[in-house]
């Protein structure tokens, strides 16, 4: 049976391994840490259960497709709720906006800060409507073999119809021309760790799959995707081996002129051969600390980066009602704290924060008449030719948070601060192996999506594959799904289950592997 070995128990190399095992593959999944989950991890302490990374529950559609490819039904893993409204964001100046789905409430809070804008609107829904239609079809929801399959004559005029050469910033203009507007309908690049005025102006796509397909949250936390997976990949014979780092890809046997990886050597000296790797560590950090090529991890260091995070995870003893369950508070300066995020690698001098409250909508998630509180502040991704004090920026971001806030009327969350949990870009890194601490992978401008982006089977290594964010189509949970779906059918085209490569051991399977 040929022999699958999976680096990374993040939710790509999950859902790839599932896929695999469920196709008749051999699998084993490696990985650093002691649970699978990666990013998308989850903090339980004194009753209090946090979200690490992931929060927003978006396009259930595609989770629901990758259970379906596992013979499974969504619904009987995850307890969905829908969150609308969907986000509360607040400006600078204290004034609000609450985004919901029913287009009733946001005609006259639209009109009130821009008469005129509920068109807009309406437009730009259409528009996002377009976008997403067809980036899943045309783009994102499938393999380019050649460049020529990309800026195919088919394609190009897409690039166009999606306004992939325009930035989003520049596009929401068309639709509204209140900043506060341009900035509530463009800040969710935000959470994919991106500036809108760098990201192409074909993710307005987000603003309407949040509004039209809606955002989630799945009862018992967003972790619940990872357990349910994991377990479902276990019961199609997935072997999972936890605390198990890979320090190294094995390539080439003993020729030179290889084009095969063998296996993979563990930090602790362990050797496990494999007919297949699938990597879902981070790929940045895979081409730079795990595969000999240094010329081509050089090549991917130069690409651009996501923003990293610095997250604050509170307990706190008592319930403030003034949080929904997302909470936005936008910097005064937009432009200005993008610009010192992407352009500088520092925290904005007024950034913009996030703070989930998951009990609003899951009263399990604190103990009663308790909150519990995740705060997500966007800051630039570790650059070695900055200094970047952490400690310092980690208190500025915790001032800005609870300056915030304060407007809200929360002036008493310290004195009811049961236990603070935080983490920096060095924290990412070293937790998750995530390049440059970047809590969202590679970028996604023009010149790193689609076939531009690292490609999803090493060039050389001809089996060996990727699956995750910073991959083909790209990050966010349902990306690295479609991601790990892409990959595992190139698997299923490119190594059918009967061809077995001459170089793979006989008989040697990963786990038989594992002495
Ligand atoms: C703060 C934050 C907020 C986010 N919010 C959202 C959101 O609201 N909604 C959304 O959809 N997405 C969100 N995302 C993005 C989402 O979390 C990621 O796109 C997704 O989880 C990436 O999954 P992955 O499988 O590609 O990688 P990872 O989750 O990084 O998984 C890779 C795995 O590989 C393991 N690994 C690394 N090196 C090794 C090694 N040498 N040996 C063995 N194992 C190794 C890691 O420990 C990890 O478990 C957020 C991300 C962050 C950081």
Not at 197 to 211: G, K
Not at 285 to 312: N, Q
Request: glycine fraction near 8%; proline fraction near 5%; charged fraction near 20%.
């Amino acid at each position: 049976m040929t022999s699958v070995l999976v680096i990374g128990a993040g939710i790509g190399g999950i859902a790839a391994a599932a896929r695999l095992a469920r196709a008749g593959y051999q699998v084993t999944v490696i990985e650093k840490n002691a649970r699978p989950g990666g990013r998308c991890d989850q903090i339980v302490r004194d009753g209090h259960r946090f979200d690490v990374g992931p929060s927003i529950f978006l396009m259930p559609e595609v989770f629901a497709e990758t259970y379906r490819a596992l013979g499974q039904r969504m619904e009987d893993h995850l307890d969905l709720r829908r969150i609308n409204p969907t986000y509360r964001i607040r400006f600078d100046d204290g004034s609000q906006i609450t985004l919901n789905a029913d287009i009733n409430q946001m005609q006259p809070q639209l009109e009130a800060i821009e008469p005129g804008s509920f068109n807009g609107f309406l437009r730009y829904l259409a528009e996002g409507n377009l976008h997403y239609k067809l980036s899943l079809e045309k783009f994102v929801g499938r393999n380019f073999y050649s460049l020529l399959d990309y800026f195919s004559l088919g394609n190009l005029p897409l690039i166009f119809r999606l306004k992939a050469l325009k930035k989003h910033y520049d596009n929401v203009g068309n639709y509204f021309t209140h900043p506060y507007l341009k900035a509530a309908f463009t800040f969710q690049n935000m959470y994919l760790g991106l500036s809108p005025y760098d990201a192409p102006a074909t993710y307005s796509l987000l603003q309407y799959t949040e509004l039209a397909d809606g955002v989630w949250f799945p009862m018992g936390g967003m972790y619940r995707v990872i357990e349910s997976l994991t377990s479902i990949a276990e019961s199609l014979g997935v072997k999972f081996i936890y605390n198990a780092p890979a320090k190294q890809i094995e390539v080439g046997g003993d020729s030179a002129a290889s084009d095969r990886a063998t296996g993979v050597l563990l930090e602790d000296g362990r050797r496990l051969p494999a007919d297949l790797i699938v990597a879902n560590a981070d790929l940045p950090y895979v081409y730079d600390k795990l595969l000999p090529d240094r010329a081509e991890a050089e090549r991917i260091d130069r690409m651009k980066f996501t923003c990293s995070a610095l997250m604050f995870y509170w307990g706190v003893d008592k319930i403030y009602s003034q949080l929904g369950t997302h909470n936005v508070f936008l910097a005064g300066d937009y432009k200005a704290s993008f610009d010192a995020i992407f352009n500088d690698h520092s925290l904005p001098a007024e950034p913009s924060l996030y703070v989930h409250a998951p009990a609003r909508v899951d009263p399990a998630a604190a103990p009663a008449g308790q909150d519990t509180l995740m705060v997500l502040v966007p800051v630039g991704h570790l650059d070695k030719n900055k200094s970047q004090d952490w400690d310092a920026m980690r208190e500025q971001a915790r001032r800005a948070t609870l300056a915030r806030l304060a407007d809200l009327g929360i002036t008493d969350l310290e004195q009811h601060l049961k236990f603070e949990i935080s983490y920096t870009a060095e924290d990412w890194q070293q937790m998750y192996n995530l390049a440059k601490g970047s809590g969202f992978g590679l970028s996604h401008n023009f010149w790193q999506v689609g076939y531009l982006r690292p490609h999803n089977r090493h060039a050389r290594y001809r089996n060996l594959y990727f699956a995750g964010a910073s991959t083909h189509p790209g990050t966010g949970l349902p990306i690295v799904l479609l991601s790990a779906k892409l990959t595992t059918e190139r698997i299923m085209k490119e190594q059918p289950l009967a061809q077995r490569h001459p170089a793979s051991l006989p008989g040697k399977t990963a786990m038989e592997g594992v002495k």
